[in-house]
């Protein structure tokens, strides 16, 4: 249920202004896409006099002030035939004054993109911040707006958005299609993909409500989906309709990019979710493993995230800061819930999913920025943290929050499962906290910490308080392993790579060629040509003065090559000798010793039989006999 203090609290800071109530119109003309250029028109209703029109800023999901006003061209005004002079606000980039004639009942604005990531010759992705105007200092749930999409003729689109009209997907029209009225709220949270090579799939047909799957591809035979992907995202459909009891939408539909072009991302909504990899993503399983959990993580977002928000990461506008505290929650435990419904619907294999949790699991504890910043501070300082670079990305710690909840989520379900004798898990919490109000269509209901302890007491009563606050408001010098510990695994080192990383690796060197593995050994990141970008702080590269940007040119006395450094790495462990560099900074050549005999150290999880295997209760579906069936709309 709502919490109505909280909505009511931010409501009485905005004026509603008393323009019309009929609905902005809004048409995106998506058909120049193959020249990196959408256009909008839009008539807004309006009264004479001044008006301050806006674009959303802090964009929900992205966690940060990552609008797109700076890729807006010719951007024009005009009301009763004429044009308005505009002014940008002078503190705030989104904002656009203009005066409005007398007599004059709407303006119109003409707007550009210039859209360089998601679109192609054959796809146009859509995420509607780019092009939306609408007054501002209003609530965007206030303000009505009706969208429509041109496309080139011979695409498909894909949207949670209703078309107002009979329309088809597969059909592939093109042209203009209506969308029922909706809000600037709803419309922001509404992407469309289209694409001259599309398909929309419906998904586990007898799960009500109605789930599609719509993929866009450079290729024309990458969007077909196999039949084995499309059994294993319906099966995600129904494992995550057991998992959290309780769903938010009228409908959902899974936007699946493939391109290479217009790929590379993952930003969730309540209806549907924008997912992009490259062309290969799905085409085989050995392509699939990295990105296993993609849909699984962006679906789970549909119920924490977007349903139920942290009170501080919801604004009535997309103008006010959104503060990143309880991000542990919102991408922590989407993030421990996408890894684990892609191994139960079958997107990856059990082992690749321990596989993929010790690289994860591994690469925290040997993060020396752990050292003077809490979990808690990188979810605080999101929004400046989204892409830290490689420098010293170990020091850093960016994003942690992430994988710091992966962690502490598995440890509280571990925890659950051992209190209560195996009787509950984290599913019991999951159905009381995502599943307040019962099933409901897209809405808002924000949280706060102390209703999730509550929540948590409900299911088993315990110390979640100094459980929550010692794992996230502490500085804590390694990661919380205890969820793997009592799961019945080690995390452990051995000289070879595990089977995942393995096919990772091979796969992705395909395309770009990755350095050798050192971090876990001598403490390097290190590029095919020698070139390091991270030396982890203390470990043996460290204490030996080595710095992001060297190049390591020599490894005793030969030219550096993958094979010699790893060479190098074997021969030391039976030798007293340091291993001896040449590096070079700029124009400078020195010399470097060093100390390191312990072998290569890649991070696999062993099984320990002293300890039930939760891990592997947690990775069976819930449900029983999952039905075969994904089929193709008509
Ligand atoms: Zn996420």
Redesign the pocket.
Known sequence: MLRPFLLLAAASLFIVPAFSQAPIRITADLSQAPRKLYSAEIDIPVEPGPLELTMPEWIPGTHGPTGRVTDVVNLTFTANGKTLLWRRDDVDMYGFHLTVPAGATSVHVHLDSVVTARASDKIAVLEWERLMMYPAHVPVAKIPIQPTVIVPAGWGIGTALTPTGSYDPNAKVGGPTEFAATTVEQLEDSPVIAGEYFHEFALAPEISPKHYIDVVSDQPKDSNLRPEVLDEISNLVREASAAYGSHHYHVYHFLLTLSDIAGGE?L?HGQSSDNGTGELGFADARHQLSNADLLA??FT?SWN?KYRRPATLYQPDFATPQVGELLWVY?GM?QYMGNVLAARSGLETPAQYRDRLAISAANLDYKPGRDWRTTDDTAIASSISRRPGPDWANLKRGQDYYQEGELLWLDADTLIRQLTNDQKSITDFQHIFLGKGGNTGPLIVPYNRQELIDDLNQVVKYDWAGFLHDRVDLINPHADLAGIERGGYKLVYEDHPSASEKLEESVSSARRPRGPDVWYSLGLRIGTDGSISDVRWGGPAGKADLAPGEKLIAVNGRAFSTENLHDAIVAAKSSKDPIHFLMQTEDYIRPVSVDYHDGERYPVMVRDDSKKDYLDEITTTLIKSPAKTAVATK
Do not use: A, L
Request: charged share 40%; net charge negative.
């Open positions: 993952g969730e993580h962006e977002h995230g991408e989407t």
